[in-house]
């Protein structure tokens, strides 16, 4: 009898781990989701994770997130440890640095079934792309462009700039007619030193570094000519002087915060589309920002703005589930009630499907639609040529950050500094190819 019980025991065990697991009984699928963002992104981004949850009873998505600072060194230590998410967003630049083979994350290419990659376009997915291997798809894609207040210009009698020359003019009627604290442009001082790389750009048609080999592009008398054109923003006044913008706070004090933004003593800036809505967000009641024409020297066959993909999603070449990081990935990217939840808060999206909700559900501001159509209309043109990633690796962005604050300070001549932006720079991008 005993026999008898244990041998119906044993099979009755045998049936049960046989048997497949039934939902919502059986522990949860988890998968980890890394991003960085603010209380806006992050906010959305838990409730886009919900809805998927709801879904998919099975998964839970763990979020992981944080703030812009620190993000890049805490990613790197998981990289190199073999501890990173299953999913993360990551910058495009970084591509070099943890992918140059384009091993570093998992082939999207073998997840096609979960992808609906045909919502991407062409472009969008061979810039994603290393060796044959897609290493993540675009959130959306961003560019430098000129915001103006036109109620500051009003002010002043002059139009919005639209050349060249018209900017550098306007630092002269801007101070006599608002007083000594107004200028017509502001700008961290990376975004001074790409306003003046654009204009180079135009005049000679050759970016600072090469677009893939480690090394600068620019002759000689091009960086001569980027350091007088940075030089020129602040001797003209068409641009708030470096120790000034020190004083009231820190160089890098982000222009939204800044009182003399705030009122309109400052015209303008030079920056991401993507940050449109933050630096509307703190203007008074009697300030109008608009989207300015891309400043452009005559005969230039590029426009010299700075433009690549916002953010990339990229999966883990480690996850246990690549499916099942693919089919939330593609949730993220191409699900119409996905695009709805999170807004504008990674930019205007790459996926056509995502886009489409976005404007049948009326959620484009007018603004900020502007301003996709003026880089959509440039990219269209082949008049934005992709910057090289060495360009935005963190080493080298400090190396620029150097160099453009001592030259900010007058603390450097402009051949001296020249001069090292072409050896000081090869030497550096060597060591990072």
Partial sequence: MHAALNRRRVLQAGAALAAPAIVGAA???TLRFLWWGGGDRHKRTLAAIAAFEARHPGVRIKAEYMGSVGYLEKLTMQMVGGTEPDLMQINWAWLNMFSRTGTGFLDLNTQSTELALDQFADEDRRICTIAGKLNGLPMSYTARLFLWNTASFARAGIPVPSTWDELFAAGEV?????????YPIDGEIYDMLLLAQAYVFQLHGTPYVH???PRVAMSPAAVLDWVKTYKRLFASRAATP???????GGAEKPLEQQPDWVVGRWGGTYTWDTVVRSRLSTLDAQQTLDVGPFL???GAKNSGMFGRP???????????HPALAAKFLNFLLT?????RI?????GVPSSRIAYRALEEAKLLPALELKAYRQIAEQRAAGRIDLPAMRFEDARFRRFLLEIFELLGYDRIGEADAARRLVDDGNALLARIK
Wanted: aromatic share 6%; no cysteine.
């Fill in 335 to 339: 699900d119409a009630e996905a695009a």
């Fill in 211 to 213: 677009p893939t080999e």
């Fill in 342 to 346: 999170l807004g504008l808060t990674r």
């Fill in 242 to 248: 470096v120790p000034y913008r020190a004083s009231l």
């Fill in 310 to 320: 916002t953010a990339l999603f990229a999966i883990s070449k480690r996850t246990k």
């Fill in 174 to 182: 801007f101070r006599r007619t608002l007083g000594e604290r107004a």
């Fill in 27 to 29: 522990e949860p699928v």
């Fill in 296 to 298: 452009t020297l005559p």
